[in-house]
């Protein structure tokens, strides 16, 4: 309280009833607490992002939980990042994640493929999923197609979203997922979407993959068998038939398929004469 005119408190509680207000004694006016606190944690935040984006690449796709504010603040966090979008300075691509754009001539640069799905390829540092499809067939040389969209192969399933623009669709994955079977995944995931993969023919995708196989060791040889059989038994069938034509033991495959079920494949004789093996007509 004040002790008599004309002694000076910076700041002295008038009103019991309004705990939150002081007055301020030379300006002659209140000042509110929790308007000074909402203030200082606004400035906070502000601080916060500012270091965040100054050592983010453009194009690294940030979610809220990267700039390390406490839960209760978050909404003050996403009002101070959607005021940034309005400015152009962040670009928005879903609820809590957010980029900074790369200007160029031609306009703003969208972020790779791996940023914009990033959420569904990693969790708490436990690989979930990974690109496949198209995408990633062109990497693998099956194609030379460029996909504007994405598939995601992940042990959850998903319906298709569309996220900046992009449509990402996800493929059921019955294998556990690891960085080092990925590889392996995406050519039995080649095999699965034959007739599909754009820019080539079957043909010449089984003449490839074939040669990727011949390639790997001989303990990824062993480890690609064992991870077919989680797939639809065409995709065993069609690997059984690669096994057989660059004779590599095939008993892992073949005691799975019933031997009457046959496969319409577009694959010619002249690519697997022993097709027929394999019941693929």
């Known amino acids: 309280m004040m002790k008599g005119y004309g002694m000076f408190y910076n700041m002295t509680i008038v009103k019991e009833t309004h705990k939150s207000q002081v007055y301020d004694v030379k300006n002659k006016t209140f000042i509110n607490f929790a308007l000074v606190r909402e203030k200082e944690i606004n400035m906070v935040i502000a601080r916060l992002i500012k270091e965040k984006l100054s050592s983010t690449p453009a194009g ?6 990267d700039f390390g504010v406490e839960m209760r603040y978050q909404p003050a966090l996403a009002k101070a990042l959607n005021r940034l979008v309005l400015q152009g300075e962040l670009q928005k691509i879903a609820k809590g994640k957010y980029y900074i754009p790369k200007k160029t001539i031609f306009g703003n640069l969208k972020p ?29 040389g099956l194609t030379t197609q460029i996909s504007s969209s994405i598939l995601v192969g992940t042990n959850k399933y998903r319906r298709p979203i569309t996220r900046n623009g992009v449509k990402i669709s996800f493929l059921l994955q019955e294998n556990a997922i690891t960085s080092s079977n990925i590889p ?12 599909d993969i754009p820019a080539t ?4 995708c089984v003449t490839n993959i074939c040669k990727t196989i ?28 690669i096994y057989e034509n660059i004779e590599l033991e095939t008993e892992t495959i073949s005691k799975t398929l019933n031997g009457v079920t046959s496969y319409k494949l577009p694959i010619s004789d002249k690519v697997l004469a022993n097709k027929r093996n394999w019941n693929i007509i």
Request: proline fraction near 3%.
């Open 214 to 241: 011949n390639a790997l060791s001989k303990e990824q040889k062993q480890e690609l068998a064992k991870l077919s059989l989680a797939y639809t038994p065409y995709v065993r069938a069609l690997l059984g038939a």
């Open 201 to 204: 023919s079957p043909d010449e």
């Open 112 to 140: 790779a493929d791996s940023e914009l799905v990033k959420d569904f390829l990693e969790q708490n540092g436990k690989i979930v999923g990974y690109i496949t499809g198209t995408t990633a067939f062109a990497s693998m």
């Open 184 to 195: 392996l995944l995406r050519l039995l995931d080649a095999l699965r979407l034959i007739k």
């Open 60 to 65: 690294v796709v940030l979610t809220t939980r």
